[in-house]
T-cell receptor
C-alpha cells in the first residue's frame, strides 16, 4: 500500500507556481519523501527527495513540515511541459532495500 | 544523469507468443533493477525485483513462470512475457538502482515498453 495521499488532480496557470501537497502521516523517522513525475506514456522522472530539511534543485523545491507528516512540492514557474502525474512516495523497505510504491498521484494540468 | 533504456519501445504480438523486453543501464552499473506494470489510467504496480546474479523476487499475485526475469549482468535485465494473452497488454517499465552512485535510494526509470497482445 502507498503510504501517501495526494489530491487526484490540480491545475495551474502557466508561469505561476504549482504547489502540490502530499500527506504521509505514518512516515517513520528514517524514511525519505521522494517525488517523481510521469508524463503521458513515458517512464517516471525523478524530481527531488528529502528527509527532514527543505530541499531545492533545478527542477523544484520540497517543503517538509516539521513533524514530517506532510510535504509540498513546488514548481516555481510552471510551464505547459510540466503537465504530468506527480507521485509522492515514502520509501518503503524490503530486506533493507528501498522500493518505491506508487500511489495514484496528482494529475497536474498547466494551462496557458 | 543516469540513463536507462528499454527495448523495444512498443510491441504487438499474437496471443500465445512470448515477448522479451530488455532494460539496460547505459552509463552506470545496477545491482538491482525493478519491473513495473501500468494499466491505462492507473498507477505503476511493482511486479518484481531483479538482483544481478540471483533469482528475482516477485510481488504477490505475479506469476513467476509467466513473467521470466533474467539479470545476467550489472547493466542488463530482461523480462519475458511467456504465452502472452490480451490481458497482459500493458505498459511495462523498468528502473535501475545505481551501484555506488549517489544516494543509494535513487532509482532511474526507463521509458517503458507498450505491449499489445492481439
Amino acid at each position: 500500500d502507498a503510504k501517501t495521499t495526494q489530491p487526484t488532480s490540480m491545475d495551474c496557470a502557466e508561469g505561476r507556481a504549482a504547489n502540490l501537497p502530499c500527506n504521509h502521516s505514518t512516515i517513520s523517522g528514517n524514511e525519505y519523501v521522494y517525488w517523481y513525475r510521469q508524463i503521458h506514456s513515458q517512464g517516471p522522472q525523478y524530481i527531488i527527495h528529502g528527509l527532514k530539511n527543505n530541499e531545492t534543485n533545478e527542477m523544484a523545491s520540497l517543503i517538509i513540515t516539521e513533524d514530517r507528516k506532510s510535504s509540498t512540492l513546488i514548481l516555481p514557474h510552471a510551464t505547459l511541459r510540466d503537465t504530468a502525474v506527480y507521485y509522492c512516495i515514502v520509501s518503503s523497505t524490503s530486506g533493507g532495500s528501498y522500493i518505491p510504491t506508487f500511489g495514484r498521484g496528482t494529475s497536474l494540468i498547466v494551462h496557458p | 544523469g543516469a540513463v536507462v533504456s528499454q527495448h523495444p519501445s512498443w510491441v504487438i504480438c499474437k496471443s500465445g507468443t512470448s515477448v522479451k523486453i530488455e532494460c539496460r543501464s547505459l552509463d552506470f552499473q545496477a545491482t538491482t533493477m525493478f519491473w513495473y506494470r501500468q494499466f491505462p489510467k492507473q498507477s505503476l504496480m511493482l511486479m518484481a525485483t531483479s538482483n544481478e546474479g540471483s533469482k528475482a523476487t516477485y510481488e504477490q499475485g505475479v506469476e513467476k513462470d509467466k513473467f521470466l526475469i533474467n539479470h545476467a549482468s550489472l547493466t542488463l535485465s530482461t523480462l519475458t512475457v511467456t504465452s502472452a494473452h490480451p490481458e497482459d497488454s500493458s505498459f511495462y517499465i523498468c528502473s535501475a538502482r545505481p551501484l555506488g552512485l549517489g544516494n543509494y535510494n535513487e532509482q532511474f526509470f526507463g521509458p517503458g515498453t507498450r505491449l499489445t497482445v492481439l
